[in-house]
């Protein structure tokens, strides 16, 4: 029997932690797995809004899939097109002309981008934070501001640098927030021209809550907990525009902004708009709770997905439930997906996935943080540290867990690093300055 060709479309929660068990459990001979992704890491998000308030070395935040992955062939490229009839990827390598990939088994793992609305200006001022080059965009800037802030004149400019605006109330929005407050709080010991009291920090969201993965009284704790740190927090409230950077609220409100951030949820991957996968009124691929593809009851042979792109019904909850779009289940998932792979590929039979959510942890700055797991509430340090322990934990190998590790120790003895690196952004502006033209 020749090898099992499997093909994994992105290589984040699902695609490498799938890719990795494939490689354990399998034989040479029974499978090689192709693993398509544009970048050369996956990046373990939950770290990202400790990456970008310098708690964690960005480059140990992200896991390169090279070394890895040593079993699987490594495409960097993006995948264009399944055309699941025909077993065929098309991929965009990150140079060169597109190729096609045949398959016997596909895993589509795309996992998800910011759900974004027609806002005025948002395109042009907003910014996302899902990226590990979004998270250290955010970080060189804010610091940046509040350089700006220290040397201008002008007090409607120093205004401006210095308000911040988030947009969206779930963990991806609270975390960052929180965590980049703190941060330039931290950076202000070193500003004798600014205060605290200088800087604005705004959240708007657009329900009456935040933290919809925790109880309403964790939520409120946590409102409260950022309001005593001097937070604006606007619930019930929508970001209407933001044209120039003038941000203009629902409830009224209007004021300038040098940085809008954009963390009001995701949606599954645009490029499953060209497949010929089956899909839900939320453009979810459409599984089954042994994770293959299904149209209504109908296995769509060789073809799997799981995470923030697939809609993978929650057996633990009512019927109709699905698991939501969580590292917590994607992980889960592609465990259960890689098992369920070998046992098609030795003529077994698949199981279903099966996990109670187990609830949420958030850190919310140093020390800080907010927890519910399995019933349990915890607020505080306590809260903070289980964050710490859940998520190393969790993000794949040893190298990465001592790497974090070893950050997390060497700042609580030293400070932490509060410079803004913002010139890798534009490292060539200034060669090109003193470089004559020619002609
Ligand atoms: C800031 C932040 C904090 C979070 N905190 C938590 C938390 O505390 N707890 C929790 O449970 N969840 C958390 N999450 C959510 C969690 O990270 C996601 O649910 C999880 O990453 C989903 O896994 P995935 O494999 O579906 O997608 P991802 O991990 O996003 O992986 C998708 C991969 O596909 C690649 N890709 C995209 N398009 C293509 C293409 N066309 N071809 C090939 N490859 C492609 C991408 O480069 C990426 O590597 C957080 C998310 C964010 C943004």
Redesign the pocket.
Known sequence: MNPQRILV???????LYAALRLCRKLRAREAEVTV????PH?????F??EAAAGNISPRHSVVPLRRELKRCKIVS????RIEHSRKMAT?QPIIGPPLEIEYDQVIV????VSRTLPIPGLREHGIG??TIGE?IYLRNHVLDRLDVAAVTTDPETRRRALTFVFVGGG??GI??LAEMEDMARDALKYYPELTVADMHWVLVEATQRVLPEVDRDMGAYTVQQLLKRGLDIRLDTRLDSCVDGVVKLSDGDSFASDTIVW?AG?KP?P?LDDTDLPRDDKKRVTCLPTLQVADGDRVVEGAWS?????AVPDLTGPPGTYCS??????VRQ?ARMADNIRAVIRGKEPLPYKHKHAG???SLGLHKGVAQVYGIKLTGPLAWFM?RTY?VSRIPSLNRKVRVVIDWTLAFFLRREVVALGQLHDPRDEFTEVTPKVG
Not at 9 to 15: M, S, Y
Not at 77 to 80: Q, S
Not at 306 to 310: L, N, P, Q, S, V
């Open positions: 479309v992105g290589a984040g929660h699902v695609g398509v992704d544009p970048q996956m990046t373990y998000q939950p990202l809004p490229g993006a995948v264009t991929v793992a795309p996992g998800s934070f899902k998270a963990y991806a975390e960052a963390t995701v991957s490029m799981a995470g923030d792109c697939a779009p969580s590292a917590q289940h994607a592609a949420s942890v958030a964050h998520h």
